[in-house]
């Protein structure tokens, strides 16, 4: 029996849509060589990350074992697979290989870095493929809502192994490979050990849509409106915002690209090759002395991004344009869970403004890139894998897809992060389970999820902040009145005085009473006035703050 393993860890994305970090290694127990699948991020939110600009899964594990690291793979250029790589370059130095597209968009997040972007190789489709220690690994194209995805073939001593990647089961994408099955058929037809496989839209009960179904509905749409027309889509869904462009061209109007995303995603996907027919664009500076009712802009922002250009324009102007009376906005995208109140401010916004907005409620100006049930099981029938897990989900839609799994008489293994799954042999098992988290780019600093830094400002932006002075003498006597500041708390408490003043009057009293010895005692003195101030503020205003205290002693 050998005792070498080939093992399957999630780091980020299973029990989770986004942040994806997914690790495969081979060798002997504890002694493996290791290839990483993506390295994604995740966005903030004001309730649980306030003041945090990124969130990455927390590679500890993968740091520790750097030096057994072959090599990074990355299946498409969405933030939640490519984004962290340039945050986490320094802590892991290992060689980067993507696709042409993908490596655009990397290496441009390199460079911001400072780091070397010749860290990052172009790798072209399956049946090319990259060799790193024991794994051979090969790009399988997929369709999906981004240019040029791929699965994953990773060619093991135990077997094959297909990495889904994000996908969709699309014939007619626009831009991009469209789903071949017959190559799937033909890749798995040696046999498969396991398909680790996207599980989002495990729930959706009919087949997924084409892109190319879009662009007719699209079309009259912007057709019979009378006004300029706005739309919004992912920016690196570059199909999409191609079959918007050509709906505005097919109208007779003029196309305006608004916002650096936009902008960003065109130029890639031209310089790439994979964009060699979209149709001419204006500046927005050109723009101004075009009639309205001859313009389409297509601007970023379709989550309700504070900064991006929907939710600027819906403030005001951007760049020079802005809606009026009569003018029509589309959402041709889904609201991702959580940014519905972002997206709703921006159609109050126009709707005050007097512009018509239409969002993908009737399910005619949008389609996901993700498969759904139906398209999950096909994909599963084609490659009739001995192991089927799940990832890029949920709990419960990971759960869900290994119902699927049972249904079609294949293991399934539910995996989140954390739970490294042993491939080998016949039956696989949990081999043991590794703490995994969350790291905070905060600023232009990484910090750890239990650091304390967020939960801090979490607390503070709940509670409010009192900040008290208090100054000792050479003999430890106080020198004066203790001092307050607050922030985040009303001015007036329930006994209509000054709030500030009630808490000074209260501490002064602490003061009075306090005995040389506790005087004497930082700890002691800390604790008391804390103390003071959070009962006296929870008297006043029904709320205990956060409290620092301040003591300087003269000496």
Not at 401 to 406: G, L, S, T
């Amino acid at each position: 029996m050998s005792n070498e393993r080939l093992i399957y860890l999630p780091l980020g994305g299973a029990g989770e849509i986004g942040m994806n970090a997914y690790v495969y290694g081979y060798g002997r127990p504890g002694k493996e060589r290791l290839i990483v699948v993506d390295l994604g991020i995740a966005f903030p939110d004001m309730d649980t990350s306030p003041g945090v600009d990124v969130i990455m899964p927390d590679i500890a594990w993968l740091v520790e074992r750097r030096d057994r690291i072959e090599a990074v793979f990355i299946t498409h250029a969405h933030e939640d697979h490519v984004g962290a790589i340039a945050h986490t370059y320094d802590q892991l130095k290992a060689p980067i290989y993507a696709r042409a597209f993908t490596s655009n968009i990397a290496r441009r997040k390199m460079a911001e870095h400072g780091h070397p972007e010749d860290a990052v190789t172009t790798v072209s489709a399956w049946p090319e493929k990259v060799a790193a220690g024991p794994f051979s690994v090969g790009f399988l194209p997929i369709s999906h809502s981004i240019p040029e995805s791929s699965s994953l073939i990773i060619d093991t001593p135990e077997g094959r192994v297909i990495h889904s990647g994000d996908f969709k089961l699309d014939e007619t994408p626009l831009v991009g490979e469209p789903f071949d099955p017959d190559l799937w058929a033909e890749v798995s037809k040696g046999g498969v050990k396991a398909l680790i496989c996207d599980s989002t839209n495990v729930f959706s009960p009919k087949p997924g849509r084409s892109e190319a179904s879009l662009g007719p509905e699209i079309t009259k749409l912007v057709q019979k409106a009378k006004g300029m027309v706005v739309a919004t889509t992912f920016a690196s869904n570059v199909a999409r915002v191609k079959t918007l462009a050509e709906a505005g061209e097919r109208a007779g109007r003029s196309i305006v690209l608004m916002g650096r995303a936009m902008k960003r995603m065109i130029e890639a996907a031209v310089e790439t090759g994979v964009l060699t027919d979209f149709p001419p664009t204006v500046a927005p500076e050109d723009a101004k002395s075009i009639p309205r009712e001859n313009l389409m802009l297509l601007v970023t922002g379709s989550q309700g991004e504070r900064r991006a250009a929907s939710a600027q324009l819906s403030r005001g102007k951007y760049q020079g344009m802005e809606m009026k009376e009569g003018d029509l906005f589309l959402f041709s995208s889904k609201t991702i869970p959580g940014n519905e109140k972002g997206v709703i401010r921006i159609m109050n916004a126009f709707s005050e403004q007097g512009v018509d907005v239409v969002d993908d409620s009737d399910g005619l100006y949008h389609v996901s890139g993700h498969a759904n049930g139906p398209d999950l099981e096909r994909l599963t029938s084609i490659v009739k894998p001995q192991v089927l897990i799940p990832m890029h989900g949920e709990h419960r839609h990971l759960r869900e897809h290994v119902k699927i799994a049972n249904r079609n008489g294949m293991a399934g293994v539910l995996a989140v992060n954390g739970m490294m799954v042993d491939l080998s042999g016949n039956q696989p098992t949990i081999a043991e389970y590794i703490d995994t988290g969350r790291t905070y780019l905060d600023g232009s600093v990484q910090i750890g999820q239990m650091d304390g830094v967020v939960r801090d400002r979490i607390r503070m932006a709940l509670n409010g902040h009192v900040v008290v002075t208090v100054i000792l003498d050479d003999e430890d006597e106080p020198l004066g009145e203790p001092w307050c500041e607050i922030k985040g708390l009303p001015e007036i408490g329930s006994s209509k005085a000054s709030l500030v003043d009630v808490l000074e009057a209260d501490l002064g009293q602490w003061l009075a009473r306090a005995g040389a010895k506790t005087l004497r005692d930082d700890d002691k003195l800390h604790e008391g006035l804390k103390r003071t101030v959070r009962n006296s503020a929870l008297e006043e205003i029904g709320r205990k703050p956060e409290v620092t205290i301040v003591v300087s002693r003269l000496s």
